[in-house]
């Protein structure tokens, strides 16, 4: 069986995937990677072309085993991940700051999924309409059904990539401060500090007929911490 398959409901670990530190931090079951990705919005794609780094902020949506990404089939270095090049994904959602007794145990809690693999070009326009389908719905759940589909000019001027998730793990730290026992009768507050993403009141285009209504999903947007 080839490394980088899975086994049952979760990802077979590899060299590049397997956790040098911190590995109780370590996850590779299908549902934790999965949770982290679907409440991302964006991942960073970072590759090499030509001897130069990329790392290229997308937005993504997972469809199963598959990530999907898109761009202009214009993008130079969009292109160059079209012809295989080994890729790396990330996706980090940042939960709180962790400040801590000692500048050196500072830190913050966190979600992250690192995948490894190489992204084929989708051309099946069935698949091609699904995975923007896909990216729409990621956005906000529902928008699929009102946005005008694609156009077949503007599929054509769309690149569209698949990424398997069959090599990767998620990493997530939780929790307060680790101080070490000396420190903890310091007189120097310390806790975590929560992040969340949190959308604001929807803000309609000032083109936009007065007719027009709000969409439930837009006006009740999913108001978890991402």
Not at 17 to 33: C, N, Q, S
Not at 129 to 146: I, K, Y
């Amino acid at each position: 069986m080839p490394p980088n398959d899975s086994l049952g409901g979760e990802l077979r670990p590899t060299p590049r995937t397997t956790l040098r530190r911190k590995r109780d931090r370590g996850h590779f079951d299908r549902a934790t990677i999965n949770s982290v990705l679907d409440a991302g919005l964006f991942c960073h794609v970072g590759f090499s072309v030509e001897g130069s780094p990329f790392v290229v902020p997308m937005v993504y949506a997972r469809i199963g085993d598959t990530l999907y990404v898109h761009g202009a089939a214009a993008n130079r270095t969009l292109r160059a991940l079209a012809t295989g090049v080994d890729a790396c994904v990330t996706v980090t959602l940042v939960d709180g700051v962790v400040l801590a007794r000692s500048a050196f145990h500072h830190s913050m809690n966190y979600r992250s999924v690192m995948l490894f693999g190489r992204a084929d070009r989708v051309v099946d326009e069935k698949e091609q309409l699904s995975a923007m389908a896909a990216l729409l719905e990621h956005l906000a759940p529902g928008r699929s059904t009102d946005a005008r589909a694609p156009s077949p000019i503007e599929l054509t001027a769309t690149l569209i990539l698949r990424f398997p998730i069959t090599e990767g793990s998620a990493k997530i730290r939780t929790g307060g401060p680790i101080d070490e026992p000396e420190d903890l009768d310091l007189p120097v507050w310390a806790g975590v500090v929560p992040f969340a993403l949190v959308p604001g009141p929807a803000v309609a285009d000032a083109a936009l007929d007065e007719g027009v209504e709000m969409p439930a999903y837009v006006r009740d947007y999913p108001r978890w911490a991402r």
